[in-house]
């Protein structure tokens, strides 16, 4: 139990403060209690002695006065605590995970993991939140009230609270015996709650597939699956704490009759006062339910431990080197030197040596899966090269810190990725200090002013997560301002135009000229009229780069290029028959 609670400050980080405040404040509250006790045996003395005057009521009021009326304003202050340490604490540490999801290879973001990153940040942290302040508290609390009733109980006779004491440490063990079983159960319950986030996840984002194979009510196994799981792994734990909590409720009920017991044959002996025996029997209900509230928490923090195990798995994610400084480039060159990548064993890029000249066009072509997009993702340090280097202004990537790599870069991809929010600031998002001003002439520059000013709200729309109100053309070209008010010295296209109607296309290919203008640009395309005009062409094929030059170089030469350059133009000239 006390490494769990300890396990609950240290989580608690900054906000321990506030914890330790709430303690405090249980503390005064065990005090005002006490007045409780003074009440009743004001009264209990006046009704044994006979006494009818105002005094004993009057004293008894203004006891029970302090008890109310300080207990209440010090458990207000009490809650207050315990909410602000368990809401900014789970804050916290959403942020630090946010954080370190900055820094680690874009390996980790397979389809497992998300639900894994998703159930942790949602899920889990929400127990914690809800848990962590007010279990720690509630246990300390209950155990403060305890130790402070069984002191006046051993006030009125000391063997009273030996048994007390026994009570206590039988109903502790049988709490310790039930927490160990806990620690095997609860991690499996952790793990089920976050496969179940995750199967959810993943079956809502592919409800269009499920929908167009008319796979409703059928293509959600996994689902079904997850929950059963769940289900499963709540009801053992209730399974396993059941007879735990039946015993811990017998033990104090023998307890607290003992104490009953105790008190009436005492006093018939001769050995306590009447005000005293009744007084113990009184206080054996209050002592107990103390202890009871104690338990009660502590059947709940192993669980709430393990929460907090769980959250903390993602500290141990392997991070990218950041020692690196903040170094501003004097030039823009791009080097890579003898790399070699792998996907775990999968090897994608085999010795590949290459130069991109500062404010120059490069244009990378080749087939699917020869490892195009994988040389782009190495230079913006997306992944650390297995072997060899890659270096941007002279620096080698792992010399900047992550941030300082990422100023130099904008990226933009085939498949636009647009928040839930509105549409100035998903174009903000590289620079979140612009400027409406500035906003709206990138957007400008991006041909998609008119777009934006035509629907409801202007710049103040909000669009759908992930863009779903937009087409896709709007999205890409939204991307675009969003890379030109980065304004970054160098310039990524990840195949920008693939899946761009040709409606869209001239609007989309002005908007890149005017980013591209006076910058390093690296494109992977597959269009023949964004390569030709490149300064160098780089062919690509089985991790390696077979061809390079010019398009007048390589149209002459044998190979995937001039094959790739005929294939267009036979799909140019092809029309229906009459």
Partial sequence: MIGALKKIWQFAGKETVNINKSVVFCLIHAICNMFQIGAIYVIVQALIQGETGMKPAVMAFIFMAINCIGGAIIKNFSQLEQTHAGYFMVADKRVAIGNKLKSIPMGYFNENNLGEITGVTTTVLDNVENMAPVILVNILSGFINALVFTAMVVAFDGRVGLLVVVGTIIYLMITSSMEKKATVIAPKRQESEAKLVGAILEYVQGMSV???????????????????????????????????????????????????????????????????????????????????????????????????????????????????????????????????????????????????????????????????????????????????????????????????????????????????????????????????????????????????????????????????????????????????????????????????????????????????RNKTIIMIAHRLKTVRNADQILVVDDGQIVQKGTHDELIKQKGIYANFVNRRKDAISWKLGA
């Fill in 210 to 516: 499920i929908k167009s194979f008319n796979l409703t009510g059928k293509g959600d196994q996994r689902v079904r699956t997850a929950v059963e799981e769940n289900r499963k792994s709540n009801l053992n734990m209730e399974k396993l704490f059941t007879p735990y909590v039946i015993a811990q409720g017998m033990t104090l009920q023998v307890f607290e009759v003992g104490m009953m017991v105790m008190a009436i044959a005492f006093f018939q002996q001769g050995n306590m006062v009447l005000a005293d025996a009744l007084m113990v029997i009184i206080m054996s209900f209050f002592i107990f339910t103390q202890i009871q509230s104690a338990g009660s928490g502590m059947a709940i923090l192993r669980v709430c431990s393990s929460c907090i195990e769980h959250a903390n798995e993602m500290d141990d994610v392997p991070q990218m080197d950041e020692k690196g400084k903040d170094i501003v480039p004097k030039n823009n060159d791009i080097t890579l030197e003898h790399v070699n990548f792998s996907y775990e064993k999968k090897q994608i890029l085999k010795d590949v040596s290459l130069t991109i000249p500062s404010k120059t066009t490069t244009a990378i072509i080749g087939p699917s899966g020869s490892g195009k997009t994988t040389l782009c993702n190495l230079i913006a340090r997306f992944w650390d090269v297995n072997a060899g280097s890659v270096k941007v202004g002279g620096h080698d990537v792992k010399e900047y810190t992550l941030e300082a790599l990422t100023d130099q870069i904008s990226m933009v991809f085939q498949n636009v990725y647009l928040f839930a929010d509105t549409i100035e600031n998903n174009i903000k998002f590289g620079r979140p200090n612009a400027t409406h001003e500035e906003v709206v002439e990138a957007a400008k520059k991006a041909c998609c002013h008119d777009f934006i000013e035509a629907l409801p709200d202007g710049y103040q729309t909000v669009i759908g997560e992930g863009g779903a109100s937009l087409s896709g053309g709007e999205k890409q070209r939204i991307s675009i301002a969003r890379a030109m008010l980065k304004d970054a010295p160098i310039v990524i296209l990840d195949e920008a135009t693939a899946n761009v109607d040709p409606e869209n296309e001239d609007k989309l290919q002005k908007a890149i000229e005017e980013l591209t």
